[in-house]
């Protein structure tokens, strides 16, 4: 099984993984660490350490929030160190793929199937109804 952690400014590594946890019950081998506002950096990679640590040399996945900020920066210069997958730009639907893949993928082949269902994961809602005849109650939905 494929570990993940999430790094994000803020609380939002955290409400992901609860979030996520709602849609799909407990998940072991995970972990979130948020970067708060009077942390600095190097607490920050304490925490991911910490985190990194807690998965004891499985195999992993770490996924960030956005490209170039402090908690990305803080995983790249990780990566020097411990070896895991990193990707960046996490959004809900593509955590509850990669929690779903986990078991059966390694970091690589989990990356790569995040990254292929990348595009389907962010929808113009407006485009796919416009394509639908109009509902005659919004609870259709």
Sequence with gaps: MTAILLVSHGGFAKALLETAEMILGPQELTAAVGLAPDDSPEVLQEKI??????FHG??????????????FNTVVRLSQRYSFRHLTGINLPL????????????PDE???TLLE???????????????????????DF
């Design 117 to 139: 269902s990348a595009p389907a994961a962010f929808q113009d809602v407006d485009a796919a109804l416009a394509q639908l005849p109009p509902p005659d109650d919004l609870d």
């Design 58 to 71: 499985a195999p992993s996945l770490v996924l960030t929030d956005i490209f170039s900020g402090t908690p």
């Design 110 to 112: 989990l990356a790569q």
């Design 95 to 106: 955590l509850n793929e990669a929690l779903v893949s986990r078991d059966s993928s390694s």
């Design 49 to 54: 350490e910490a985190a990194l640590e807690s």
